[in-house]
């Protein structure tokens, strides 16, 4: 009993008190982040390993805080999530990619790849096509070229809804990708019967890619996956020469990550872009 009051005394700390109202706090500030135009994207650069050529980039939300400056979407991205602001968030997100990517096709960038992240709570949205719809006859750009990244967890919280869902985002030409593939629990009765173009290998596979025989094997059993599934597959969080020639070897077709380039600010990614760097 008296462990019991302790736990219970504990439970009401300053600390944890204070870290409650930072949260709350938080969250008031999230709410109003995107009409004060707190909220931007950056973008990171897909290679193809075939051409050594950008074929895509992944839109990466940054929330640029007056007072507590840059903040990381791993610290407010699960707010978001609780508080559903997720919801408005991620349709500013997708509005911002599609338009952003639209301008660069009108600079010459042809063929591009705009990836966007989608949280389990938009892909559980009734009216998701919808948006999603309505986004791309807004800015003009074209629905083959948008790939909605959904994770696995996302999808496969009730999988008979998110087929039907995946399917009116297919029909409409969006390309799909699984995200941080390996880390949720992956039914390959599901993955099967999901209309997917692509499989993200997760980082955390790729790190010790080099040096680590489990997560050699790993990587490679995905990628035999994607094939036999005739799904592409990319590997994330590439950061050397070592993963970026392993992956090269063992058939990936594209990669993402510090090697190539940190995720950018528009201008610098416009730059970049224009390049037409081969890498
Ligand atoms: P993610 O979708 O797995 O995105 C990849 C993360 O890995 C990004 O972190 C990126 O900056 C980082 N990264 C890329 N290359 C490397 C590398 O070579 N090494 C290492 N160590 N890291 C690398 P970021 O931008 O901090 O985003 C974190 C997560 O926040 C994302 O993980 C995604 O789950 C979420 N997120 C970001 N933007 C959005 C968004 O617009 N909507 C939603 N729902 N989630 C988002
Ligand atoms: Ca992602
Ligand atoms: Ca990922
Ligand atoms: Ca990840």
Redesign the pocket.
Known sequence: AMENVLERFQFYTPALNGQVSHRLQMASHLRHAVRKKEML??Y?PQVSLQSGKIVGV?????WQHPEKGMI???EF?PL??ETGL?VP??EW?LRTACEQAQRWHDLGVHGLTMA????AK?FAQKNLAAMVRQALDDSGFSSHCLEL?L?ESASMESPEKSIEVMKLLKAMGVRLSI??FGTGYSNLNYLKRFPVDQL?I??SFV?DVGTDADDLAIARAVIALARSLHLEVLA????DLVQYEIMKENGCDKV????FS??LAVDECTRLLLARSTF
């Open positions: 994207l950056h990171q992944e839109a990466l939300l940054r990381s979407p791993m991205i978001a999530e997720i968030i991620g997100v966007v992240n989608l949280s938009q990244e994770t995200d941080d993200k997760d980082r790190r994330e969080g590439v950061e993402q990550g510090y090697y940190t995720p």
